[in-house]
Nanobody, 121 residues
């Protein structure tokens, strides 16, 4: 079992930056593939960014390429999502996910509770 806890959300104006953090605990915390998803009201949860266990594969959804960066600190069992030049359409609850196999889909075994990001125009 693993626990996933996100933090760092908040309310900002368009153009601002936020960094989300995701701490994974458990025996195999450093071995999981990790990803960030988001879900806006009335929409399905969507993939935002992800990294394989080794970091040799990193993906971003098209709408955040060039603005968001996913990174990982193995020593701290933490994954970050640096979000720059935020737009109102980035408003959503952001979820961190951990799993044995890297995917851009929802097939992750462990999920956090989510952190709200609100971007005003």
């Amino acid at each position: 079992q693993a626990q996933v806890v996100e933090s760092g959300g908040g309310k900002v104006q368009a153009g601002a930056s936020l960094t989300l953090s995701c701490v994974v605990s458990g025996r195999f915390a450093n071995t999981y593939a990790m990803a960030w998803f988001r879900q806006a009201p009335g929409t399905e949860r969507e993939f935002v960014a992800g990294t394989s266990r080794s970091g040799d594969k990193i993906d971003y959804t098209d709408s955040v390429k060039g603005r968001f960066t996913i990174s990982r600190d193995i020593a701290k069992n933490t994954v970050y999502l640096q979000m720059n030049n935020l737009k109102p359409e980035d408003t959503a609850v952001y979820y961190c996910a951990a799993g044995w196999w890297y995917s851009t889909g929802l097939e992750y075994e462990y999920w956090g509770q989510g952190t709200q990001v609100t971007v005003s125009s």
